[in-house]
């Protein structure tokens, strides 16, 4: 190594970092909602629902209004219509297995909402 670049580089090692990583466990992914009914009441709760089982805390992002994911009012107020992209923040120990569950809700274009768990044949 130069001479400049020896006086130089410690210097630039204790630079200011341009961008600081995420919080550790974060995971953020935008989805966008391909229901003709958008995410009205029945999905929202299933999302909820949904939710519960994981150690985490989730955001909903829209259009620059955040909201907590854990919250029927919250995802109700974002007016998420057919082809709205929502941004998920999910945090904490059960990261990866909430945004799991949320993809497949999306996926499934949250079909659990509309069929009924029991169905009682007469």
Not at 44 to 58: D, G, K, P, S, Y
């Amino acid at each position: 190594m130069n001479e400049a670049l020896q006086t130089m580089a410690p210097a630039l090692m204790k630079g200011p970092r341009l961008s600081s990583p995420p919080p550790s466990g974060e995971i953020r992914r935008s989805l966008v909602l391909l229901s003709h009914f958008g995410l009205h009441c029945r999905p929202a709760a299933l999302l909820v629902r949904t939710l519960e089982e994981f150690n985490c805390q989730v955001s909903v992002e829209v259009g620059g209004i955040v909201v907590n994911g854990r919250s029927v009012l919250g995802l109700l107020s974002l007016a998420a219509g057919y082809g709205t992209r929502l941004t998920f923040v999910v945090s904490g120990p059960q990261a990866g297995e909430a945004m799991a569950a949320i993809q497949r809700l999306f996926n499934d274009n949250f079909s659990d909402a509309y069929e009924p768990k029991d169905r009682h044949r007469i």
